[in-house]
T-cell receptor, first 111, second 115 residues
């Protein structure tokens, strides 16, 4: 069964705007990761946030984690056309040995 | 450093045929993963190796899927016989160590179409 569920399923914004994607999960986690997948390509790791962290930044990316609500958000600021991709959250399973990926949010950034 | 290599990139077969995919992980990465990604869905873990041992194959349909990682480096994933629902992208990933403290590095995937 899938652990993480991203919301919305699809998001379309204009270049320069901010994009926010959410991930909700059901059971307790140790860590949560966000990945990006460009069309026809493999996934690229964006950021990992541990359960004792509330917020992390990486360039134009900001990730928050609220363990009480079992949710995380990924914010991309000042979006660019090159940010057009699918974004997945991954939560740990099997006692932290590996991950389960959500269905993803498909982001389109229009020039 | 070279990334995760996969071949072939595309494969079209008829149902009930057999197919094999190959993966060469990043040099020195102990852990190797095979995922199945159906169109519009997230990747689903099929099998995880640590060196040449299996860590997790709980989601691998063992009646038709098999995988091996001889010598703890390259890996092959085989489907025999293929079904229509096996149409998907098969992704290989590797990481230096097991566990969720490490990011995974993904290959470009093999797109399988079963007719």
């Amino acid at each position: 069964s899938q652990q993480g569920e991203e919301d919305p399923q699809a998001l379309s914004i204009q270049e320069g705007e901010n994009a926010t994607m959410n991930c909700s999960y059901k059971t307790s986690i140790n860590n949560l990761q966000w990945y990006r997948q460009n069309s026809g390509r493999g996934l690229v790791h964006l950021i990992l946030i541990r359960s004792n962290e509330r917020e992390k930044h990486s360039g134009r990316l900001r990730v928050t984690l609220d363990t009480s609500k079992k949710s995380s958000s990924l914010l991309i600021t000042a979006s660019r056309a090159a940010d057009t991709a699918s974004y997945f959250c991954a939560t740990d399973r099997n006692y932290g040995q590996n991950f389960v990926f959500g269905p993803g949010t498909r982001l389109s950034v229009l020039p | 450093e070279a990334g995760v290599a996969q071949s072939p990139r595309y494969k079209i077969i008829e149902k009930r045929q057999s197919v094999a995919f190959w993966c060469n992980p990043i040099s020195g990465h102990a852990t190797l993963y095979w995922y199945q990604q159906i169109l519009g869905q997230g990747p689903k873990l099929l099998i995880q190796f640590q060196n040449n041992g299996v860590v997790d194959d709980s989601q691998l349909p063992k009646d038709r899927f098999s995988a091996e990682r001889l010598k703890g480096v390259d890996s092959t994933l085989k489907i025999q016989p293929a079904k229509l629902e096996d149409s998907a992208v098969y992704l290989c990933a590797s990481s230096p160590l097991a566990g969720n403290y490490n990011e995974q590095f993904f290959g470009p995937g093999t797109r399988l179409t079963v007719l």
